[in-house]
């Protein structure tokens, strides 16, 4: 991610953290990083997508320069198991605990879909192995 975009979202009150960043001291760990793009906003809408912000990320996949990056929105109780997922990172990475309705507030069904998380991961309890969860929730289509 280029400098300036950190600094720009840091001076807007993102708190920004690389999870597992490349240096000698972790080798060994190089391949259990993650690419994970979840995005949460108060605990009460998510989106995973690929994220793009670079400018080839600005197309419909219309040609060799201009991508296309296809979001799912969520709101519901599935939001929470989102949030669950990224924590699971955020707190090897910082030592830090988001709990409490501040961070997980309670969430009332939305919609008629079905909504599903499975992920895995390679330490920890969920080790090599998926953990899903059932909701129903309202997923939203966007491309970005």
Known sequence: MDSSLKSKMKEAGCCLRQFRPLRVSNIGRMNLRTHRKIVVI???VAYVAGHGIADEWTGNGQ??????????RAEGPVVTTLQGVFCENWIEETGEVPAGEKYFPKLEK??????HVAYASPVGPFRQCSFSTTWRSMPRAASC
């Open 110 to 115: 939305s919609g008629q879909v079905d909504a």
């Open 42 to 44: 108060d605990g009460r």
């Open 63 to 72: 040609d060799r320069d201009h991508w296309r990056d296809t979001a799912i």
